[in-house]
């Protein structure tokens, strides 16, 4: 407290000693310091510098006739301006050199007396971090909050896991959860398993893209199993100083080995478990070192009984072979994107908390979704319960989760197109891809066409895939081909080879990445039932791909183009014949659609219907909503 009340006075001793220096940047002239003496506004005068310079305190009607501090560059002081001061009762004082040099110490006094406490905090903080300020307490010398501790372990750890997680909460994958309530069971009852032989696992992987809830899943563990839990992420593992990795790596099991049966929870492992040898500095980079520490506590000749590591990657393939051995990972558990059955049952978590109108089915909102994650299904609801206050309603309905499907795929509404030839030749171009997936046998159903433009697209064909189907036939693939180019199809047809746009770039990306899956993976081609890509060249080293492309000759390269221009040509070919037979229909549709601006599945259905058959598989039993699949972005 003594030390704190000589602080706070030393700083402000040295605040009134920098007053002169304040002012610094108010001055007044002489002759206009000398009428406001006259007219008896100053009120005192301080005089520095042997009485070359003033700080003068004087009223200023300017300011509504408050006291301003302002400087004065005196020509000297002199014996008629001290008798005018008099005259005019002004309290002056003269300051010396002496003085002065004092105040400017203790202004330099101030200004280091903060830097010298808080190096000195610092200083105390590590000395009771190390033990020397009170033995025994947590936090010594291992504790991970020790500025000076690099090597020590920076995982979180909850001796009693309250992350108010349970199973319940995890929808969605029932595969993987049954895994992990296996391995909870085993921890809270493990008699039962070793009374006939088995072993506790030693490590779990999950794998599967972003989202999908791999680390919920983990923190679901955590707050089922009620055992010691310690959670951190692969990139804390990795520092600038060299072996700073490994040393936390040791320093983590040493800690769970304390407090076994525990679970170690690492996310996002593929930091620190990529393949060795792919990295600058072969086998003495610090990312490897700490790798084969990892795997020396994992499986070593110590045990480590009664520890369960987990961990959570999205990039299975660039781990390490030796890390994913039964011994260490001795499972690896696949969370995948849901299925219609899995995505009912996310959306029926997520929707506890929100309010709906009667006609909103989460059936059919599971059924527009596919290819959605947890954390896309999540995100969706929320954005409909946003665009639900923004319009001021008290429940979400069937509007705000189509817009809200909209914007997440396809990007936010932009300015809407004015009638002219731009607006005519966006209806007929997605118009052309309706027309060409409804006819094509095998083909997803229409859900809706709009002409309201989203992120990069002017326009946008939305299709409803069917049930989800882990198998596709190569009358589907074609089937999408097809209908992906109807839109440059009709721009050809409608208005010419001359007026082809810009507008089917993205068609024709989605065309050749589908044909050449059709040759090179499926073997859908007249090569022949060949796998052509090399499985090196999937993966994510980059060295690894660069060596599979020149493992590939020049004859069965040019094969390959060849069978894949062969593929899109033909689906051109159809294309083009089905808007030109139909050309009647796409007129009447693209008339319509022009004034609503957004068409849907059902009456294109029905207008088409008029003037041609439609493909009984390509009619839906029953449409409600639909769902994504950007077939035609213009």
Known sequence: MKMAA???????????????????????SYSRFLEYLDMGRVKKVDLYEQGTIAIVEAVSPELGNRVQRVRVQLPGTSSELLKKFREKNVDFAAHTNTEDNGQVFLNLLGNLAFPLLLVGGLFLLTRRQQGGGGGGMPGGMGGPNNPMAFGKSKAKFQMEPNT???????????????????IVEFLKRPERFTAV??????????????????????????????????????????????????????DLFKKAKENAP?????????????????????????????????????????????????????????????????????????????????????????????RFEDEVDLEMIAKRTPGFSGADL?????????????????????????DSVDRIVAGMEGTRLNDGKAKSLVAYHEVGHAICGTLTPGHDPVQKVTLIPRGQAKGLTWFIPGEDASLISKQQIFARVVGALGGRAAEEVIFGEAEV???????????????????????????????????????????????????MSEKLANDIDVATKRIADEAYEVAVKQIRDNREAIDVITEELMEVETMTGERFREILAQFVEIPAVNIPGEVKMATVNAGGKL
């Open 6 to 28: 000589g602080f706070a006075a030393t700083f402000g001793l040295a605040q009134s000693a920098s007053a002169a220096d304040d002012v610094a940047s108010s001055r007044m």
């Open 164 to 182: 108010g997680v349970t199973f319940d909460d995890v929808a969605g994958v029932k595969e993987a959860k049954n895994d992990f309530m296996e």
């Open 197 to 250: 032989g088995a072993k506790i696992p030693k490590g779990c992987l999950l794998v599967g893209p972003p989202g999908t809830g791999k680390t919920l899943l983990a923190k679901a563990i955590a707050g089922e199993a009620g055992v010691p839990f310690f959670s951190i992420s692969g990139s804390e593992f990795v520092e600038m100083f060299v072996g700073v990795g490994a040393s936390r790596v040791r």
């Open 262 to 354: 525990c679970i170690i929870f690492v996310d996002e492992i593929d930091a620190v478990g990529r393949s060795r040898g792919t990295g600058v500095g072969g086998g003495n980079d610090e990312r490897e070192q700490t790798l084969n520490q990892l795997l020396t506590e994992m499986d070593g000749f110590e045990g480590n009984t009664g520890i369960i590591v987990i961990a959570a990657t999205n990039r299975a393939d660039i781990l390490d072979p030796a890390l994913l051995r039964p011994g260490r990972f001795d499972r690896q558990v696949a969370v995948d994107v849901p299925d219609l059955a899995g995505r009912v049952e996310i959306l029926g978590v997520h929707a506890k908390n929100k």
């Open 378 to 402: 999540s995100n969706l609801l929320n954005e409909a319960a946003i665009l639900c206050g923004r319009r001021g309603k008290t429940a979400i309905s069937l509007s705000e989760v189509d």
């Open 501 to 551: 746009t810009t507008g089917a770039s993205s068609d024709l990306n989605q065309v050749a990445s589908m044909a050449k899956q059709m040759v090179t993976t499926f073997g859908m081609s007249d090569i022949g039932p060949w796998s052509l890509q090399d499985p090196s060249a999937q993966g994510g080293d980059m060295i690894m791909r660069m060596m599979a492309r020149n493992s």
